[in-house]
């Protein structure tokens, strides 16, 4: 048994790993949000799924210009990325503007911004729909593969309990990605002056205002960078997986929420963390559930596993791995 | 203030006279007519994402109505169709029945398209003795409730799995399978069967795992598929998942033939897997009828009439109505020419053994399922849809 673990070991990390930077960078847009407004924005699941459609978007685009067989497909993908990411920052600061600021401005209980986010995610999820059956046909849409490139890495002869593992070239570009977009991110809040006033904010909102910080832009910047990354992850979420449909954002918005609340949430680094091992512990439990338990629980009960640990976490650090009893969020 | 108050007023009892005399004008014109009017009513998704394969089934019924009204006018009869729209929805449908039942012109139904709305309207159809030819209903629930009107011409659930495990086992010599199911009614009750049968032959089951539906990542399962090294993957669920299934499977190196269930034969099955979907097999229970010469010209006939092309499902709606038809001919004849019950037609329905259709040949058995029930299994070659006919496994 325990044999049968090791011997797939390399392969659920590299697919865990996948899965667990991209609910990483989902997360943080949660933890952001929640970080400064003590909202939960539902609807940056959505955020999520409109990057990836508006990626493919894009990427249709270009290739019916010809673009894609004259140019390196690396080019086309920061293109691609970088257009979704601009794309779904200014819808979430849109989204603020429309929905949450209102609300804001009218001192309504934050019960009522978090139906609100509900009811955006609804619309996203159905616009987006509707966008997509009128230009295609069908709503689940099948981008065209950039990283194709299979590798192998032997390391059976190198290691012999362990077997060999395989992956596509976008792998890589998922990792490189995330990786860089988390450093920089936690590069912008921690040395930056946008980010020391996303921290003030976070901290105490009337006292930064008196501070001579603007804090209604301050938000809106927080949201245009959790809805970039979150829409940018959306297109890596495309490239990785190749098929995408509307419904994509909420059950994986559930899961980064998750994420979230078990790094602890309102903590950048915690949101980190807790992407990645939920990411691993889903597909350790995807890849071993039924090995360990001779058959009774099959993969179907991975879900279960991920979330009796979490359960587990916050019985005993119900403030999440990285999280603070203070109030110190962002 | 007051006139206000009267336009809405005024827009009403103007929509009102307006329906009225609609509704005069059309009895006007059907009374004008001095045959009796049998009708058969269509209950099949007319609107919605299932609008394509029920739009399809009418087309397939109309035609066939349309090729026998001839025999029956000769009779005294005037034989139209009635569409009704079930959306797919079990509310919608039951409904629909309700109307239909206080039709008394309708004598018969060809419907639907999903199980799930054809058991409780089935139902209604049985409190007031209308017999229903289902074409495309699949579920063993449909005629194990042993209701004297309800038939199908297309086989059953607890049929395709067993008989995909026929042709993994004895012609794709498979000896150890791993199966993936999507924890859903049909497709975990289709790796059941599937997984039964190809254990009673001889393989050897790997594993058994289920998915989430609506997830986009499944290389948990897969990579243990790898480990256990099978030579055949079966995967009871729907091309959504199916798709990726198969692509993350060869991504992972696994260049072993993969088998489905009728929920995958789409064309979204080739979109989302691309070139993976070679050596990908799936069984169904609708065969390709332009192989035979009958079916040509049938396929040519609905071209000409509707101004488009057949859909698998459209021989199933033209075979149906037929079958109808022909039972209600038989009980016509029986009852010396004149208008019989809707009691006397469901027994003519259910008395027919031998009827040849374009699809498929028809006789029912006490049930109401069709002896001559065939599954299909197909097979990509390429990535292209529709796949290839490679075998068909009739259930005697």
């Known amino acids: ?330 | 203030m007051n006139i206000k108050r009267l336009i809405p007023l005024f827009s009403i009892i103007v929509l009102i006279l307006g329906v009225i005399s609609g509704c005069a004008s059309g009895s006007a014109g059907g009374g004008s007519k001095a045959k009796t009017v049998i009708k058969i009513a269509t209950q099949t998704p007319l609107s919605g994402p299932e609008a394509t394969i029920g739009d399809a089934l009418k087309l397939g019924a109309e035609l066939a109505i349309d090729d026998q009204k001839a025999a029956f006018a000769k009779k005294g009869f005037d034989l139209q169709i009635a569409p009704y729209d079930d959306q797919a929805d079990p509310k919608k449908g039951v409904a629909n029945a309700q109307l239909i039942a206080s039709d008394s012109s309708i004598l018969g139904v060809v419907g639907h398209l999903n199980s799930g709305v054809a058991i409780p309207s089935s139902e209604v159809y049985d409190k007031n003795n209308i017999v229903m030819v289902s074409p495309a209903n699949t579920a063993t629930a449909v005629t194990d409730r042993g209701l004297k009107t309800v038939n199908r011409i297309c086989a059953r659930d607890d049929f395709q799995g067993p008989a995909g495990a026929n042709y993994a086992v004895n012609t794709l010599k498979a000896k150890k399978i791993f199966v993936i199911q999507d924890k859903t009614a049909y497709g975990s009750g289709l790796a059941q069967a599937f997984r039964d049968q190809a254990a009673k032959l001889g393989a050897q089951i790997v594993g058994y795992e289920g998915i989430t539906v609506g997830e986009k990542d499944f290389s948990g399962v897969i990579s243990q598929a790898v480990a256990q090294k099978p030579d055949l993957i079966y995967f009871g669920g729907v091309y959504a998942e199916g798709g990726l299934i198969i692509k993350q499977a060869r991504q992972q190196g696994l260049n072993i033939p993969i088998m489905g269930g009728d929920g995958m034969d789409s064309s979204a099955t080739v979109q989302i897997a691309g070139d993976s979907v070679k050596n990908f097999y799936f069984s169904t229970v609708v065969g390709d009828v332009t192989k035979t010469a009958k079916g040509k010209k049938f396929a040519d006939d609905y071209k000409a009439k509707f101004g488009k092309n057949i859909e698998s499902y459209s021989a199933y709606g033209y075979d149906s109505a037929s079958v109808l038809l022909q039972g209600l001919m038989n009980a016509i004849d029986k009852n010396g020419g004149k208008l019989p019950t809707r009691q006397a037609v469901a027994q003519a329905v259910r008395a027919i053994t031998n009827f040849d259709g374009i699809a498929t040949k028809v006789g029912f058995d006490s049930k109401g399922d069709n002896n001559f029930a065939k599954i299909y299994i197909y097979k990509f070659n390429k990535a292209a849809y529709p796949a290839t006919q490679v075998s068909e496994i009739t259930k005697k």
């Open chain 1, 1 to 330: 048994m325990l044999q049968q673990i090791i011997q797939i070991l390399p392969q659920v990390l590299v697919d865990g790993l996948t899965l667990g930077f991209i609910y990483a960078v989902v997360a943080i847009g949660y933890t952001l949000v929640y970080g400064i407004l003590e909202l939960i924005n539902f609807a940056h699941g959505d955020v999520f799924m409109t990057g990836s459609f508006i990626g493919a978007g894009v990427l249709f685009f270009l290739m019916s210009i010809g673009f894609l067989s004259s140019v390196p497909s690396l080019i086309v993908f920061i293109i691609v990325i970088l257009i979704a990411a601009l794309a779904t920052g200014f819808l979430g600061v849109g989204i603020e503007r429309v929905a949450y600021r209102p609300l804001r401005r009218r001192n309504a209980p934050k019960l009522i911004a978090l139906i609100t986010s509900i009811g955006i995610s609804f619309i996203l999820e159905d616009v987006v729909r509707f966008i997509a059956e009128l230009k295609t046909g069908n709503y689940i849409i099948t981008a065209p593969s950039l990283f194709k490139t299979q590798y192998h890495l032997n390391i059976h002869s190198i290691m012999p309990f362990f077997h060999n593992v395989t992956f596509q070239a976008s792998f890589l570009v998922v990792l490189v990605v995330t990786v860089v977009m988390l450093i920089s991110l936690d590069i912008f809040v921690n040395r930056t002056k946008w980010g020391m006033a996303m921290r003030a904010v976070a901290q105490d909102r009337e006292t930064a205002s008196l501070m001579s910080i603007n804090v209604n832009r301050v938000i809106s910047v927080t949201f245009f960078i959790g809805s970039a990354l979150g829409g940018a992850t959306g297109v890596l979420f495309m490239i990785q997986y190749g098929t995408i449909d509307p419904y994509i954002g909420f059950i994986l918005g559930i899961k980064a929420f998750t994420a979230a609340v078990l790094g602890g949430i309102g903590n950048i680094r915690g949101a980190m963390l807790g992407g990645i091992l939920l990411g691993l512990m889903e597909m350790f439990a995807a890849a071993n559930l039924s090995t360990i338990t001779h058959g009774a629980m099959g993969a179907e009960y991975k879900d279960v596993f991920a979330f009796i640990i979490l359960i587990l976490v916050l019985i005993f650090k119900p403030e999440g791995l990285f999280g603070k009893a203070v109030v110190e969020k962002v």
